[in-house]
């Protein structure tokens, strides 16, 4: 999929509450397979070493997933990845930071192997001193899931 290449601050605004395909969607990412060797590096990387994500053996026997599943907050790590793949704000600004959470849920797991991308909205773009605020609605699916793997309200500064 193409990334979606937003020229102004006033194109951006003009995505505010739904834009674009599907229920007010900027853009549907492309899809990215977790792998068991992703899902170990994070483990090292976190010390969350719990056998349903390390232990491929274990958890085929032992897991109500019949694999290992990755962490949760592994899915919620790669949105910054994913989001930069999906859009790039080509306006003038200083930087982009990470401002928070409004609201996360892990809503399924994600086995290793599987492929995830994200769908994102737009839902408010509020001023404040030196920029804007973003508010970006989330969703994280799993190719061939019933349910979302992950559901975040994420916040991010643009500064101008």
């Known amino acids: 999929m193409a990334q979606r290449r937003i020229q102004t601050l006033e194109e951006l605004r003009s995505l505010v509450g ?3 395909p599907g229920e007010g969607e900027v853009i549907i990412g492309d899809w990215h397979e ?7 590096l994070f483990a090292d990387a976190t010390g969350d070493h719990q056998w349903i ?5 274990r958890a085929r026997t ?3 997933f019949g694999t290992t599943i990755a962490h949760g907050f592994l899915t919620l790590s790669l949105l910054s990845h994913f989001h930069s793949q999906a859009v790039q704000l080509a306006f003038p600004m200083r930087m982009g930071i990470n401002y928070g959470l409004n609201r996360v849920r892990f809503v399924s797991p994600v086995p290793a192997g599987s492929r995830i991308r ?3 909205a737009l839902l408010r773009l509020e001023p ?14 799993r190719e061939g899931a019933e349910k979302p793997a992950c ?5 991010v500064r643009y500064y101008l």
């Open 151 to 155: 559901v975040v309200e994420w916040l």
């Open 62 to 64: 032992e897991s109500p």
């Open 34 to 40: 977790v792998t068991q060797e992703q899902i170990g």
């Open 128 to 141: 404040f001193e030196g920029g804007e605020q973003a508010t970006w609605s989330v969703t994280v699916e």
């Open 18 to 20: 739904g834009a674009g």
């Open 53 to 57: 994500h390390i232990d491929p053996e």
């Open 118 to 120: 994200l769908r994102i």
